[in-house]
């Protein structure tokens, strides 16, 4: 698991689930979710990998200028890009979950259908910016060949723990499946 090196400004405390309106420094709260098992970002080669997840949600989203692409080349928004880009020339596949399909049209530009399920007002919000959207339930999966791009709702939708799980297994199976 690689994490960027940032402060975030809005924590949700994954272990006891409590929110809290507060800088809370993100590779801290990474830990706290994969129990110390965390890298840097700077830290991640795509040479040594076959492949590459991002799960996204909450943290993400809020923390991200990505997301409303205000400061796309903001010094935290650059790393993560590059590091996406590296998979991306390397036509190494990636998996893409949730709102992480925000980060598509900037890594690819052009050509990739997105996917975040069949909330109406998200999917107007991708629709208004340009974006090409597909209606997906949370156990289906978007897969873009050419770019080697998977995309799963997962918890997006508002859907149990159960559901959404099977769209990441399909995610991670057909995942698996291109690294052949």
């Avoid at 991200?64 to 935290?76: H, L, P």
């Avoid at 997105?114 to 289906?140: P, S």
């Amino acid at each position: 698991c690689f994490t960027p090196d940032y402060n975030q400004y809005y924590v949700v405390d994954e272990v006891c689930g409590e929110n809290e309106s507060m800088e809370c420094y993100l590779p801290k709260n990474t830990s706290a979710v994969f129990k110390d098992n965390v890298k840097f970002l700077c830290e991640c080669n795509a040479d040594d990998f076959d492949a590459l997840i991002i799960p996204g949600g909450l943290s993400l989203e809020e923390k991200s200028a990505i997301f409303s692409f205000r400061d796309v080349d903001s010094g935290n928004n650059t790393n993560i890009l590059a590091k996406l880009g590296e998979f991306k020339k390397e036509n190494k596949p990636v998996g893409y979950m949730n709102l992480t399909a925000f980060l598509l049209p900037v890594v690819y530009r052009t050509g990739i259908v997105l996917t975040i399920g069949n909330d109406v007002h998200t999917i107007a919000g991708f629709r208004k910016t340009g974006r090409v959207h597909k209606l997906k339930n949370v156990e289906e999966i978007e897969v873009d060949e050419l770019s080697r791009v998977l995309i799963s709702p997962a918890y997006m939708l508002d859907s149990n723990i159960y559901e959404a799980k099977m769209g990441i297994d399909n995610l991670v199976k057909n995942l698996d499946d291109m690294t052949g």
